[in-house]
């Protein structure tokens, strides 16, 4: 078999990405973290604390913006701002145990949802070939 084309793939991809996306996107609840809180929130969760600076840089939004969605987490309790252990000029941002069982409901009722559609019809060949695909894609997210 030839090597799909690149543009071919990306296109493909791009569209089936989105719509699984959009589709979790729906899945929201009244009152829950909103798409960038949420990606805050995981960040601060994976990584550890960060100034505003540096998660508006690694989201590529402005620190305007980010320092919007930080404010409207710290409000509710789900990031906290510490001084910098190693700079005590300036603060970071951490996420707090009710951040954490934030994301933790978020991505059980995701998963949950995933989960769904994939014991609906899914073939165990085509199981194991999503099994296969799922860290590709994950390395093809970082690398964008």
Known sequence: MDSPRVDDLSTALFSAISLVVRRL???AAPGEPSLPERSA???LDRNGPATAADLARAEQISPQ???ITLASLEERGLVER???EEDRRRSVTVVTEAGREALRLKRS???AAIA???ADG???EELRTLAAAAPL???LAEKI
Do not use: K, P
Request: proline share 0%; glycine share 8%.
């Open 25 to 27: 996107r729906q899945t």
């Open 41 to 43: 929130l995981a960040r």
């Open 65 to 67: 913006a980010m320092g």
């Open 82 to 84: 510490r001084r910098d």
């Open 109 to 111: 009722a995701r998963a």
């Open 116 to 118: 769904a559609g994939l």
């Open 122 to 124: 899914f073939t165990d």
């Open 137 to 139: 894609i994950q390395r």
